[in-house]
């Protein structure tokens, strides 16, 4: 079983920036891929970023290209994202997630996804 924890979200004005991490326990997550995704009220759950075991495969929605960075420390067992440039439309509730059947690649699609974090709450201000 894995825990996911999330932390660094907060309330934050239009342009500026966040750095989420999230935290793994329970097993390392070295060979998973791993996803951020987020929901703002109303809306279904969206894919933000994801990365595969490595770091070297990388996918961003089109929304957050250029302005998220999505990044791992297999040796902390954590997965962060750097968030620049926040928009009001960035609020949302911020998760992570972890696909525990494969690492080569990113996982895209919520149904692949094993484990989640509570979520920390993102809110920008305009």
């Known amino acids: 079983q894995v825990h996911l924890v999330e932390s660094g979200g907060g309330l934050v004005q239009a342009g500026g920036s966040l750095r989420l991490s999230c935290a793994a326990s329970?097993?390392?997550?070295?060979?998973?891929?791993m996803g951020w995704f987020r929901q703002a009220p109303g809306k279904e759950r969206e894919l933000v970023a994801a990365?595969?075991?490595?770091?070297?495969?990388?996918y961003y929605a089109n929304s957050v290209k250029g302005r998220f960075t999505i990044a791992r420390d297999n040796a902390k067992n954590t997965v962060s994202l750097q968030m620049n440039s926040l928009k009001p439309e960035d609020t949302a509730v911020y998760y992570c997630?972890?696909?525990?059947?494969?690492?080569?690649?990113?996982?895209?699609?919520?149904?692949?996804?094993?484990?989640w974090g509570q979520g920390t709450q993102v809110t920008v201000s305009s």
């Open positions: 990365i595969n075991w490595s770091g070297g495969i990388t």
């Open positions: 329970g097993r390392t997550i070295s060979s998973y891929a």
């Open positions: 997630a972890a696909d525990a059947t494969q690492g080569v690649t990113t996982a895209t699609r919520f149904e692949e996804y094993d484990y």
